[in-house]
Antibody, heavy 120, light 105 residues
Framework: QVQLVQSGAEVKKPGASVKVSCKAS????????ISWVRQAPGQGLEWMGW????????NYAQKLQGRVTMTTDTSTSTAYMELRSLRSDDTAVYYC?????????????WGQGTLVTVSS | EIVLTQSPGTLSLSPGERATLSCRAS???????LAWYQQKPGQAPRLLIY???SRATGIPDRFSGSGSGTDFTLTISRLEPEDFAVYYC??????FGQGTKLEIK
């Protein structure tokens, strides 16, 4: 069965960076993409971007351009999302989700979420 | 940038009733690129509908999606207790609506 297992909760100071991992299993990793979505406490869903696990192509949300980098390691079927220059409003649960190889795609399987807390 | 506006913000209904949730886009959206998700407290979202009207794997047929252009609808024909949750629409690879909370009346 398809599973996406994310890394554990993180606490970071403002200005620091965080890197969240998402290990996929139960399907051919390079036949799909991975999207990242975040959700601030009590708020709605925010799409952050997408990466093709086939060739590494990316598409980032404009507001995060320059601060976010998404990568994959096909040898371990793992996707990564790094967010730099963290601010308090980056505090959120970060989700990875399986998407198609097209940049415009829905998300059919989701990870359990990783809480990132940014606090001094 | 296309903005998705969902209505109502909160919908109060009883089990067995029919729920109709709206998602309106500020510009025309290709029907192929509209999805609906369900999210329960403390859980990740779950894909319900993709391509505006196709049910995802394992989704009961009481859930249906329709619409085109700027107006899309998620309908739950007969509410079950487990359907009370928050529902989001999304334009593929882009923004989500702000959500509709479906609560028990």
């Amino acid at each position: 069965q398809v599973q996406l297992v994310q890394s554990g909760a993180e606490v970071k100071k403002p200005g620091a960076s965080v890197k969240v991992s998402c290990k996929a299993s139960g399907y051919t990793f390079t036949s799909y993409g991975i999207s990242w979505v975040r959700q601030a406490p009590g708020q709605g869903l925010e799409w952050m971007g997408w990466i093709s696990a086939y060739n590494g192509n990316t598409n980032y949300a404009q507001k995060l351009q320059g601060r976010v980098t998404m990568t994959t390691d096909t040898s371990t079927s793992t996707a990564y999302m790094e967010l730099r220059s963290l601010r308090s409003d980056d505090t959120a649960v970060y989700y990875c989700a399986r998407s198609t190889l097209y940049t415009l795609s829905h998300c059919d399987y989701w990870g359990q979420g990783t809480l990132v807390t940014v606090s001094s | 940038e296309i903005v998705l506006t969902q209505s109502p913000g909160t919908l109060s209904l009883s089990p067995g009733e029919r729920a109709t949730l709206s998602c309106r886009a500020s510009q025309s959206v290709s029907s192929s690129y509209l999805a609906w998700y369900q999210q329960k407290p403390g859980q990740a979202p779950r894909l319900l509908i993709y391509g505006a009207s196709s049910r995802a794997t394992g989704i009961p047929d009481r859930f249906s999606g329709s619409g085109s252009g700027t107006d899309f609808t998620l309908t739950i024909s007969r509410l079950e207790p487990e359907d009370f949750a928050v529902y989001y629409c999304q334009q593929y690879g882009s923004f989500f609506g702000q959500g509709t909370k479906l609560e028990i009346k």
